[in-house]
Each structure stands twice: as structure tokens, then as C-alpha cells.
């Protein structure tokens, strides 16, 4: 019996299964504008809902209180939210003068008030002054920082007394934007631009601290993660009213957007999807290499006279 040859088919699209619903993925990233009373963890579920796949992580934390710029990676981009992860943050920000709380922040039991009535503009200014530059920043002791495998803040509700180590951090921008004087606090507006791990609640904490009253940070909003801006960024309502069309950088156009790109030919994307090395083309790393076609293939960085994958993203 002779037995006729299947005729090739067209590859068949991932999909994605996912609360009965089916629909194909799309690999990239989301810049979202996270509101508040949300963790970022809450943004990444409700973001597995609408692009229909588990296959979704942040690219660094905002907490609760906090709005603004969230960068989500969705199916392979998630590979990428390691370099997003370190790119410098800008905010806006308000610090209260007068009041320090058990979280350096709103959401924290007011631990102590002294009035800030006679503190003087000029002092203001000179203390925000000295938060700037580079400067070893103790975080706040209610942060996700592990010790011994435990979020700090856990250790801290469960009564233990935590002490964190001083990180050296860069705070290259600080304006101040406004002084708001209400009886005896003081509200200070302030736009900050700063190195991945830098705390504003910490600059609040150690502002207020500086001028002998305490102070925390009433209000938070991520403005821009390295490139990307509230320009761009998309509400939650608004991902929803698009569902599962909820990509708006796939993964080439997002690696272009925090790292340089190189190209490659059709031997050297054949090389890189089985995880081999190109020749080294001079270039700082890490960056990107895109294939014939315009998709992103890995992640490399040179190392002498090769160029070797740090994440191939590209099918073997």
C-alpha cells in the first residue's frame, strides 16, 4: 500500500487557554498607568486575565499607595523585565514635613509630630539639596527587601525590630516644585530622577529627619522606567476595552527602546537560536541582535572577540 505524503502545514499559532477562553498570545510589553490601592502583583493578575496567558511579570515594584508607570512583560517578553528592572526611575512626589510614620509613608500609623511651622524655605531647600548626588540611603525598614529569605516588611509585622544596611544609590534630579505651608505641617512637591533602588519615602524619611521635625511621603507617581512615560502609558479600563489585544510594545520595538540593537544575517540568526556566539562587532553591552526579519532573536554581551547570548529568545 503506498502512503500518500501529508502535504506541510502552516505553522499553527500559540494559544492560550485560560478561564475557558482561547485566544493568541502576543509577546511584548505593557506600559501601564498602575492606579492606586493596587499592588503590582494585583496588576500583574489582572493583566493574566486580559491577555488570556500566566505568562506575565512587572518590571519593577510600585507600592500600593503609588501610581503610575508599570512596565508588564507578557509571554517571552518577560525574559526582558531583568533589564527593565535596572533602568533609573523618575517621579512626582509630595513629602510631609512635620509627621513621621512607622512606613515612612501615608499608609503607615503616625509615630511622632513635631511642628514644622519655623522651618525656613532656605533649609527646606538645602536639605533636599543633600539628598542628591550619590548617597548611601538606608530603605525603609517596611520594604521588600529579603533578610534571610523573609520580606522585611513581614518581619516588621510580626514585631520584629528590623534594621537594614545603607545602599549606595544615585539621585541625579531633585526639584522642588512647591512649599505648601498648612499650620504646622509643611507640604513639599518635589520631581525626582534616581537609580533603580532608590527609595522617595527613605528621601521623605531622611528629609524630615535632617530639619529635626520627621517626615513622610503623602503621595507617589512614577512618571517615567528609563524611557518609557506616562505618555505612553495605558489604564486598566483602557487594556480592558482592548482584551487580549493588550500589547502596545512588541519585543523588538521595546529592546530598541533601553538598549542598542544590532542586526543579523541569516547564518548569524541560525547560530544565535541554537545558542552559539557571534563575532564580537565593538558594540556595549548588553544589546540587542535582530534577525532578517526585523524580530528579536537574543541578548548578548561581548566577552573578548565574542558576542555570546545572555537570553535567546529566538525558536532553534
Known sequence: MRIKPRTPTAPVPVVCCLAGLTAVTSDGLIVVDKPGGMTSHDVVSRLRRLAKTRRVGHGGTLDPMATGVLIIGVNKATRLLTYVIGADKSY???VRLGQSTVTDDAEGEVTATVSAGDVRDDAITAAFAAQTGEIDQVPSAVSAIKIDGQRAYKRVRG???????????????????????????????????????????????????????????????????????????????????????????????????????????AEEARTLSHGGPLVAAGIAGPYAVLGPSGDLLAVVSEHGTKAKPEIVLAAS
Not at 502609558?233 to 500589547?247: K, M
Open 92 to 94: 512626582a512626589a509630595t
Open 159 to 265: 514585631g520584629e525590630e528590623v534594621a537594614l544596611p545603607a545602599r549606595r544609590v544615585t539621585v541625579s534630579r531633585l526639584e522642588i516644585l512647591a512649599v505648601r505651608r498648612a499650620g504646622e505641617v509643611i507640604d513639599v512637591d518635589v520631581d525626582v530622577t534616581c537609580s533603580s533602588g532608590t527609595y522617595i519615602r527613605a528621601i521623605a524619611r531622611d528629609v524630615g529627619a535632617a530639619l529635626g521635625v520627621g517626615g513622610h511621603l503623602t503621595a507617589l507617581r512614577r512618571t517615567a522606567v528609563g524611557g518609557f512615560t506616562l505618555a505612553e502609558a495605558r489604564t486598566l479600563e483602557e487594556l480592558e476595552a482592548v482584551s487580549p489585544d493588550v500589547v502596545n510594545l512588541p519585543m523588538a520595538d521595546a529592546a530598541r527602546r533601553f538598549m542598542p540593537v544590532r542586526d543579523a544575517d
